[in-house]
């Protein structure tokens, strides 16, 4: 929506309301005289007449119809009363009023059909073809503001993808890369290896001692092995196999003081490098997953910040905030754990597999049916879980995308007494993701108790392996190999776990690669076409060195261009032909949603054309970067961009101007004498967009801004829609002396801010529909001089005309 089109809906939300008080702030600033009138007969003369209505106003027609008027002036009321009697004994509103008169849109004599009685004329092809290099044909009534519905009559919106499918290989891929690539994946495979060979070695070391060693040092030894290791089990254990297995200790021998200090030499050795590749492992293992948290997050942001704007609109907020947030806090936290988990217990799984097999051989043929009923349930669950995750993580993104609406419209929401009905709408939405996130624990727990099962299944069967060759097995080997089984049932379920876990988290990743993969976006540096090598890689340092722009191959060969906002709607800008000179002034002017923004869209690339070609300097601006052609370019929009940091930054955000720069611009834009009464100064840190700053204040601030990168192309989009007269005369003031050498574009509904261009451009409906100064030159016929005559009568340029048409 354009600014016009959301006060109205604002307007219209509150008239619904029916309430007895309505406060009106300045809603008619932001749309033309038309609509304006329109709106003020209907709205709040007749829809509120029975209402107590406080306008925010500063058009003297509007004042008039007032019952009673308070002027304030510096944040005090200055006086109070009718129009007539402010007029006769104020002089400061009078000179108020005088100002406004001069601002208004169009002087009073213009009747509400001008533009019915204008658009009709344009739009019929047989009259176009009788102007002369102006005026084009308008067969199609759009606008780039208009809400464009689909063919179903809904807003085009693109749905979060919801994969089905398994991850691909290209997931765990990515994030290996994002690691660092193969040497560190080598390299942490590597550690995870040597601790798991040294904890093992040291337990069948261990289990190796306690059988050369003798009976009265199993209990202790046994002891210290439970409690580093294996817990209490273990030591049960041990005393029931010494009691029940075949040998004796009769058959044992008693270690020498040398025997026992080499085994527990070579012990203690293991539990010192145990130490060491602990160390050594998490050392590496954090440094190479905070690299690939660190770079997913750089490049998604990177794709973000360079996105389009096409992909912009069509991206609800809580969309970007959900990967930003829940899904990066998944790839910082829960990915490391479960990866490190899963990866420890799989090559933990393979040590116990080998030593329980070199106990038991026949334990192989046993375990194969074991591994097929863990196969099936990991099968049957994975494909459940992961649905079940994306499901989650997808019913996040409206909650984020409500929460934030319902922050940015907090006064609203109160101020329509709505808190109640938003606080259910809240409800509905965490409902909705609890619900999920309920049934995703659900599915883990019923996961948990299979695999239990399957644990006890496995340790009956190592047991009955015990029982069968009683006798024919060492104590000690027999204690390891059940504690081994033990563990390693409880390891494989958390193995499996972890996998699902594991798996559910990449959907992060998965998520992630989605905005850095696919989200379209321009280059930011030149693109070096071959086509284009001779005009455009040879970029000169100083482009653009004067400034001219041609929407068109030359400046005399019509070539038209079309701007889509998005696919499957019609053309926001169509068949577009003007040239404006370096350091021209050039005004647009045109009705609310006429495409004039749109303009001013295409020439920065907000949106890729569908046909045609701008040039700027003789270069087409489709082959040059964003970054190389948006930081030769400066504009100042209608809603002043500031950010919550000090005046220095919000100035020079790239820090490379000096201080003697930065207070000439101020000084430039009058904003000096305001500056030097903080006592911080330019280190003053200004609140969230500026809000300690009056409106024009802070498009002040963004022209001191624009002031200090002296660029060559320079663009004011309806900036001084919504500010005083005053502020409207220093803004004006700025552009007449400090942007001289500059090529200025001003989009515009006041006529007062166009009165000093060179060259006026009329818009309709997406398209230039006449350049005002440029035809009167070629006034022909009585068509033509009938329709500059309607134009000028709107735009104050009846003197104007007279004066061409008598040279």
């Known amino acids: ?27 008619f600033s932001a749309v033309d005289q038309e609509v304006a009138q329109h709106v003020f007969h209907h709205a709040v003369l007749k829809a509120l007449a029975d209402k107590m209505v406080i306008l925010v106003v500063s058009d003297e027609r509007f004042l008039s119809m007032c019952a009673k008027v308070i002027f304030l002036k510096d944040g005090a009321i200055y006086d109070q009363g009718t129009h007539k009697e402010l ?26 059909d001008t533009f019915d009685e204008l658009l009709p004329v344009v739009d019929q092809p047989e009259q176009v073809e009788m102007l002369e290099d102006g005026i084009v044909e308008v067969n199609e009534k759009t606008c780039s503001d208009k809400l464009i519905p689909t063919q179903d009559g809904h807003l085009i919106e693109s749905e979060e993808d919801l994969m089905l499918a398994g991850l691909s290989c290209t997931v765990y891929k990515s994030y290996f890369v994002a690691m660092g690539g193969s040497f560190y994946v080598a390299l942490v495979l590597l550690t995870f290896v040597a601790y798991v060979a040294s904890t093992t070695f040291s337990t069948v070391w261990l ?15 046994y002891f210290l092995a439970d409690f580093l290791f294996s817990g209490l089990q273990l030591f049960l254990q041990t005393l029931q196999f010494s009691d029940s297995t075949g040998n004796d200790s009769s058959n044992r021998s008693v270690f020498t003081a040398e025997e026992a200090s080499y085994f527990a030499g070579v012990y203690g050795s293991s539990v010192l490098f145990i130490i060491s590749t602990t160390l050594i492992k998490a050392y590496i293992f954090i440094k190479v997953t905070l690299n690939a948290s660190t770079w997913l997050h750089n490049q998604m942001a990177s794709s973000v910040m360079h996105s389009s704007m096409k992909w912009l609109d069509s991206t609800p907020v809580g969309r970007i905030i959900n990967r930003f947030s829940k899904d990066m806090d998944e790839v910082d936290t829960k990915i490391p754990f479960n990866f490190e988990a899963f990866f420890q217990n799989c090559l933990t799984i393979i040590a ?31 494909s459940g879980m992961r649905n079940l995750k994306r499901s989650e993580n997808n019913s996040r993104s409206p909650l984020f995308s409500f929460i934030d609406s319902a922050i940015a419209g907090k006064t609203t929401i109160h101020s329509f007494d709505a808190s109640s009905r938003h606080t259910d709408k809240l409800k509905v939405l965490l409902d909705e993701n609890n619900g999920w996130m309920f049934m995703f624990q659900s599915a883990m727990r019923w996961l948990a108790v299979w695999l239990d099962l399957l644990v006890v299944a496995v340790s009956v069967i190592v047991s009955l392996f015990m029982i069968i060759f009683t006798g024919r097995i060492e104590p000690a080997y027999a204690g390891l190999a059940l504690t081994f089984a033990i563990q390693m049932s409880g390891i494989f379920q958390f193995a499996v776990r972890m996998h699902a876990e594991l798996e559910t988290k990449m959907i992060s990743v998965e998520r992630i690669n989605h905005y850095i993969n696919v989200i379209s976006f321009h280059p930011t540096n030149v693109d070096r076409d071959p086509e284009w090598t001779n005009s455009v890689a040879k970029l000169p340092k100083d482009w653009p060195p004067s400034g001219s722009i041609n929407f068109q191959n030359s400046r005399y060969v019509l070539t038209v261009f079309r701007l889509n906002y998005r696919d499957n709607k019609i053309a926001a800008l169509k068949d577009i032909s003007l040239f404006i000179p370096s350091k021209e002034k050039i005004g647009i002017v045109g009705r609310t949603g006429s495409g004039k923004s749109t303009l001013a869209a295409a020439l920065f690339r907000l949106y890729p054309l569908t046909s045609g070609h701008i040039f700027v300097d003789g270069c087409d601006i489709g082959h040059i970067g964003l970054h190389d052609l948006r930081k030769n370019f400066a504009i100042v929009p209608q809603d002043p961009v500031l950010f919550s940091a000090s005046l220095r930054f919000n100035l020079d955000p790239a820090g490379i101007s000096s201080d003697d720069a930065l207070w000439t611009v101020l000084e430039h834009t009058y904003l000096k004498p305001l500056v030097l009464t903080w006592n911080a100064g330019l280190d003053t840190m200004l609140s969230e967009s500026g809000v300690s700053l009056s409106a024009g204040q802070r498009q002040l601030l963004c022209m001191a801004r624009a002031l200090l990168r002296d660029v060559k192309i320079f663009l004011l989009d309806e900036a001084t829609a919504s500010l005083d007269s005053e502020t409207c005369r220093l803004i004006h003031m700025c552009v007449e002396k400090q942007f001289q050498n500059s090529t ?48 000028a009568k709107m735009f104050y340029f009846e003197t104007m005309e007279v004066a061409y048409t008598s040279s």
């Open 352 to 382: 116990y597999f080998i030593v329980i097999s070199w106990v038991f051989p026949w334990f192989l043929v046993a375990s194969l049916p074991l591994l097929v009923v863990f196969g099936l349930l990991v099968a049957c669950f994975r």
């Open 207 to 221: 289990s190796f001692w306690l059988r050369k060693s003798h009976p009265d040092y199993i209990v202790i030894i």
């Open 87 to 112: 007029l006769d004994r104020c002089d400061e509103y009078a000179l108020f009023c005088a100002n406004s008169r001069m601002n208004m849109q169009c002087p009073n004599s213009v009747e509400n």
């Open 1 to 27: 929506l354009s600014g016009g089109q959301k006060a109205r809906v604002a307007l219209a939300r509150a008239l619904y309301a029916r309430r007895d008080i309505y406060l009106l702030d300045d809603i």
């Open 744 to 791: 200025v574009i001003i989009i515009a509904h006041r006529p007062s801010s166009i009165l000093s261009c060179n060259t006026i451009v009329f818009m309709s409906n997406g398209r230039v529909c006449a350049n005002v100064y440029q035809l009167i030159i070629a006034v022909h016929d009585f068509f033509t001089f009938r329709l500059l005559k309607l134009a």
